[in-house]
């Protein structure tokens, strides 16, 4: 693309987003925090999902300090329902820092922003341009169909090394007047126009320089492998009640997948091992009766691993003490914990 079209490629995606933009609402601030919390929140989650949890999480955390010394149970429920959880505490982390280290003033470079727990070059391309109007890239995959096919590159986007390709481009294209805008409005051109399949071509705004569109190839790009198949692991879900109406829940690891999320006792179900045998040797509890054999079964797919679940409502009787991690609690106070969402489907069927 030579310089002649590099300048009408910019401003015809510049002004096609001022005009056509999505009203959202973190697009109604130029405050770097508030438009990083949207970022983090929009990492493989949808738009419409995000937008409830957005407004919610600002009402409750409206400044830097207000979230960075929340208790983290709070943040965790707060968080509950829009799964990676690591996000939220990451968030909270990076944030933290900020208020520590840069008075409560997020960076506006990219060497110390990217320095903060869980600012990878995307959401510090994003924040430094939309907030700071800064010529940053923020390169996704959105920005990186659009591209590919714009300039017909045929580079496996599915490889790390790709995203350094696009990041280089995007910073030779890049409007230095309306950065924000010009990063926004390849996401939103990939988001309603150069979708994944059928893309709507003919309203393009950039279409003239797109090299797939004249090739008549676009739906052959990006190209990207296929990833491997997601594992399955089968569980055996035992809802817990003792003789107060009371449930057993235990909270996660600190670390790993759900980090510190609550949830009914789960017992990996192998070939080898019998799970109410594990189930009463770990709680040091005995199955009183069954009331309901199979209370729920269903899946629940995360982007690596599919959990396939089977749900049994039991009575038990203590005999010895549970481990700290755990504890009975009523309806009311497990309102309060933060689940992940296959637990709150649980719960849902027990109201």
Not at 50 to 67: A, C, D, G, M, Q
Not at 170 to 181: A, F, K
Not at 203 to 218: K, N, Q, S, T, W
Request: aromatic share 10%; glycine share 4%.
């Amino acid at each position: 693309m030579n310089y002649k079209y590099k300048e009408q490629f910019r401003q015809n995606l510049v002004e096609w987003f001022q005009r056509e933009k999505r009203d959202l609402p973190w697009r109604r601030t130029s405050d770097p925090y508030k438009i990083w919390v949207s970022e983090v929140m929009l990492q493989q989650t949808r738009v419409d999902t995000v937008i409830p949890y957005y407004n919610r999480f600002l009402e409750k955390y409206p400044t830097l300090e207000s979230l960075a010394y929340a208790p983290q149970e709070e943040l965790l429920k707060m968080w509950e329902g829009l799964g990676y959880y690591s996000r939220a505490r990451n968030l909270q982390a990076g944030v933290k820092e900020v208020v520590e280290k840069y008075n409560s003033v997020v960076p506006d470079n990219r060497h110390d922003i990217s320095k903060l727990k869980g600012v990878g070059p995307y959401t510090a391309g994003a924040v430094l341009s939309i907030a700071y109007k800064k010529p940053e890239h923020a390169v996704d995959g959105n920005v990186m169909r659009v591209l590919s096919r714009v300039l017909h590159i045929e580079e496996d986007i599915a490889l790390p090394k790709t995203k350094k390709v696009f990041e280089e481009v995007v910073e030779m294209l890049i409007d230095h007047e309306h950065p924000g805008d010009f990063n926004q409005g390849l996401m939103d051109l990939g988001a309603m126009i150069c979708t994944p399949t059928s893309p709507k071509c003919l309203l393009c705004p950039v279409r003239d320089y797109c090299i797939a569109f004249h090739e008549g190839d676009m739906d052959k790009l990006p190209i990207k492998t296929k990833k491997t198949k997601t594992k399955k692991v089968q569980y055996k879900v035992y809802v817990a009640i003792n003789s107060d109406d009371h449930y057993l829940l235990e909270k996660r690891p600190s670390e790993g997948l759900l980090a510190d999320m609550w949830q009914f006792p789960m017992i990996e179900i192998k070939d080898d091992m019998n799970s109410e045998e594990q189930f009463t040797t770990h709680y040091g509890s005995r199955i009183k009766k069954v009331l309901n054999n199979t209370l729920l079964s269903f899946k629940h797919i995360f982007s690596h691993l599919t959990w396939e679940m089977e749900c049994s409502l039991v009575k038990v009787e203590l005999i010895s003490e549970i481990p700290s991690n755990a504890g009975f609690y009523s309806k009311d106070e497990i309102k309060k914990l933060p689940m992940s969402v296959p637990m709150q489907k649980i719960v849902n069927v027990l109201n």
